[in-house]
């Protein structure tokens, strides 16, 4: 977890995750360890917290 961002007006908590750079990237195909070329921002939706919406958001390594 690197940052939590609370938005009352939104009536959302979001928490903020990062890959930690020391873990290699593993293909889920071959088992190789690969270098992550890019990644794309996701949001998914957790459980809520308070009764506030909790998103959980992250970059996620392809």
Do not use: I, K, N
Request: one cysteine or more.
């Amino acid at each position: 977890m690197t940052d939590v961002d609370l938005a009352r007006s939104e009536g959302e908590v979001r928490v903020h995750v990062a890959h930690d750079e020391a873990v290699r990237l593993v293909c889920p195909e071959c088992g190789q360890a690969v270098p992550g070329y890019d990644t794309r921002r996701r949001q998914w939706r957790h459980l809520d917290t308070c009764q506030l919406r909790t998103r959980l958001v992250a970059d996620v390594p392809r």
